[in-house]
Structure formats: structure tokens, C-alpha cells
């Protein structure tokens, strides 16, 4: 999913538009969520925030799987404020002790999961809509340390060898009939993870072997475009 929001990022209705404006509608968004703390504002934020990305031509399937990881867990913390927090009125007993739902406690989920929601479509329309350069040029700008920026540009480009190494490993174990079967899924995993780590180190060395090469003195120019 890398390459693609990468690619994304990069081919969009929103890519020449400056950075800047992308960057204030993302922030704006998630500082209208964060503070006002109303579920209706947070569903308004939420709105927003899909039809910006999907008028900018995001394609709705990517976007939905985009979503999904972020869902599975504000879903889960939903379900786990609705059940043990808070001290009102029992709307609900499960008859076992301390799994109950009170009043309060399920409106704080529904505010918590909505909020997360929203923040979380107002970072994606950012993420979906700008390239990683522009991001960075305009922390570099914000006097964000040198340091963080480089360590996440590193980190972002390792992120497209991390995945296509599973790739590669896993579609050389499919074929070979790894994954028939529990025990074979399971033996073709913990082969995958160990084989994962060493080709991680080997791919480190010769990223740093090749920024070497070309003269890397610690730190990476980034430019406006």
C-alpha cells in the first residue's frame, strides 16, 4: 500500500496546488475536531474531509482500505470505553461483573470514536494529496530538527524495500505451496519474519553504502517545487 500513496500522492487533482493551503485545511480540520469535541462537529469534520480526498480523485476502493486499519482500531477502542468507563446509569448488564455499559460512558466512546475518525480522514486527505518532499519542506520550514526530518525520510524510503521484500518472500513461498495449511502457513510465517530481519540489515548496509557513494555529508536538500 506504500507505493500506491506514494503514486497517489503523486497523480492527483490536488497535486499542484500548494502545499501550504493542503496543510492548513488538514490542521484546520483536525483543530475544529479536537477542541470543539461535539460528535456533530466531528461527523461534520468527517464529511469534509472524504469529499475533499475523494474529489481530488482519490479512487473510493483505495481510500476504503486506506480507512479500514484506522477503523479496526477506533472500533476497538470504542468497544472498550463503552464497557468499562464510566460511573452513571446502566444502559446495559452483560450479568458479569464490571462489564456493564453506563450512559456516560458509552457517549464518551461515541465522541472518542468519532473524533478519531475525523482526525485521522482530515491526516489522510493530507497524506493522500501531498507528496512526502512537500511535507517535510514545510516541517523543515516550521523549524521542525533536521534530525526528525531525515530520520523520516529514511524511514519512508526503507518502508518501499521493507514491502517489497515480503512480496518477493511471500510469492516465492506461494508458490511452493507454503501457506497450504495451518502448519505450513504457520513454519512459512516464522520463516518469513527470520529471512525478513536479515535482508533488513543486508538492505541497510548497502543504503548506507550507497548514500556514501554519492557523497551523503549527514544531511538531504529538500527544495520547493
Same mark, same amino acid.
Given at each position: 500500500?506504500?507505493?500506491?500513496?506514494?503514486? #497517489?500522492?503523486?497523480?492527483?487533482?490536488?497535486?499542484?496546488?500548494? /502545499?501550504?493551503?493542503?496543510?492548513?485545511?488538514?490542521?484546520?480540520? &483536525?483543530? &475544529?475536531?479536537?477542541?470543539?469535541?461535539?460528535?456533530?462537529?466531528?461527523?461534520?469534520?468527517?464529511?469534509?474531509?472524504?469529499?475533499?480526498?475523494?474529489?481530488?480523485?482519490?479512487?473510493?476502493?483505495?481510500?476504503?482500505?486506506?480507512?479500514?486499519?484506522?477503523?479496526?482500531?477506533?472500533?476497538?477502542?470504542?468497544?472498550?470505553?463503552?464497557?468499562?468507563?464510566?460511573?452513571?446509569?446502566?444502559?446495559?448488564?452483560?450479568?458479569? /461483573?464490571?462489564?456493564? #455499559?453506563?450512559?456516560?460512558?458509552?457517549?464518551?466512546?461515541?465522541?472518542?470514536?468519532?473524533?478519531?475518525?475525523?482526525?485521522? /480522514?482530515?491526516?489522510?486527505?493530507?497524506?493522500?494529496?501531498?507528496?512526502?518532499?512537500?511535507?517535510?519542506?514545510?516541517?523543515?520550514?516550521?523549524?521542525?530538527?533536521?534530525?526528525?526530518?531525515?530520520?523520516?525520510?529514511?524511514?519512508?524510503?526503507?518502508?518501499?524495500?521493507?514491502?517489497?521484500?515480503?512480496?518477493?518472500?511471500?510469492?516465492?513461498?506461494?508458490?511452493?505451496?507454503?501457506?497450504?495449511?495451518?502448519?505450513? /502457513?504457520?513454519?512459512?510465517?516464522?520463516?518469513?519474519?527470520?529471512?525478513?530481519?536479515?535482508?533488513?540489515?543486508?538492505?541497510?548496509?548497502?543504503?548506507?553504502?550507497?548514500?556514501?557513494?554519492?557523497?551523503?555529508?549527514?544531511?538531504?536538500?529538500?527544495?520547493?517545487?
Amino acid at each position: 500500500m506504500s507505493v500506491e500513496i506514494d503514486y #497517489i500522492a503523486h497523480n492527483n487533482k490536488f497535486t499542484n496546488i500548494d /502545499s501550504k493551503i493542503k496543510s492548513i485545511t488538514a490542521i484546520s480540520l &483536525i483543530l &475544529i475536531a479536537l477542541i470543539l469535541s461535539m460528535p456533530i462537529v466531528s461527523i461534520f469534520v468527517l464529511l469534509i474531509a472524504i469529499f475533499l480526498t475523494l474529489f481530488a480523485g482519490i479512487p473510493y476502493k483505495f481510500y476504503l482500505k486506506f480507512l479500514s486499519v484506522p477503523l479496526i482500531f477506533s472500533l476497538i477502542t470504542f468497544i472498550f470505553m463503552a464497557f468499562f468507563f464510566g460511573s452513571g446509569d446502566i444502559l446495559w448488564n452483560s450479568g458479569i /461483573s464490571f462489564i456493564v #455499559i453506563r450512559i456516560d460512558g458509552l457517549e464518551l466512546a461515541i465522541n472518542t470514536f468519532l473524533r478519531i475518525v475525523a482526525c485521522f /480522514s482530515s491526516l489522510g486527505f493530507l497524506a493522500l494529496t501531498t507528496p512526502i518532499t512537500d511535507i517535510l519542506n514545510i516541517l523543515s520550514k516550521l523549524r521542525v530538527p533536521k534530525l526528525l526530518l531525515e530520520i523520516a525520510m529514511l524511514m519512508y524510503t526503507t518502508i518501499f524495500l521493507f514491502f517489497s521484500q515480503i512480496e518477493a518472500m511471500k510469492n516465492a513461498q506461494s508458490t511452493r505451496l507454503g501457506y497450504y495449511g495451518f502448519k505450513n /502457513s504457520y513454519r512459512s510465517l516464522g520463516v518469513l519474519i527470520s529471512n525478513l530481519f536479515f535482508r533488513s540489515l543486508d538492505k541497510s548496509d548497502k543504503l548506507q553504502i550507497s548514500l556514501d557513494s554519492r557523497g551523503f555529508s549527514g544531511s538531504f536538500h529538500i527544495y520547493d517545487r
